[in-house]
Nanobody, 121 residues
Framework: QVQLVESGGGLVQPGGSLELSCAAS????????MGWYRQAPGKQRELVAMYFSGGSKNYADSVKGRFTISRDNAKNTVFLRMNSLKPEDTAVYYC???????????????WGQGTQVTVSS
């Protein structure tokens, strides 16, 4: 069984910062991409940032220059540093991982349970 567990959400004032973390645990052979999505009330889930296994990163235009994704491969953990937060960043943030459980397994997608980020004064 594989679990992705997020932490670090909360309430922050506009202009503030938060850091999210997500650790993948369980029976894991290798992890490919890890990243973050978010879903605001009444909206579809959208990509925030993705960290590919080769080291490249991808960001949504709305967070470029404000958010930074990083990764600790040894711990199968991904982080999202969020600076200059805006009210429109308010959403539930979900961790995503693409991984193999065994050497001959196919890559599968896994999701965390979500963590609430609220940006409000």
């Amino acid at each position: 069984q594989v679990q992705l567990v997020e932490s670090g959400g909360g309430l922050v004032q506009p202009g503030g910062s938060l850091e999210l973390s997500c650790a993948a645990s369980g029976s894991i052979f290798t992890v490919s991409t890890m990243g973050w999505y978010r879903q605001a009330p009444g909206k579809q889930r959208e990509l925030v940032a993705m960290y590919f296994s080769g080291g490249s990163k991808n960001y949504a235009d709305s967070v470029k220059g404000r958010f930074t994704i990083s990764r600790d491969n040894a711990k199968n953990t991904v982080f999202l540093r969020m600076n200059s937060l805006k009210p429109e960043d308010t959403a539930v943030y979900y961790c995503h991982g693409e991984l193999k459980r065994y050497w001959n397994d196919a890559y599968s997608h896994y999701w965390g349970q979500g963590t609430q980020v609220t940006v409000s004064s």
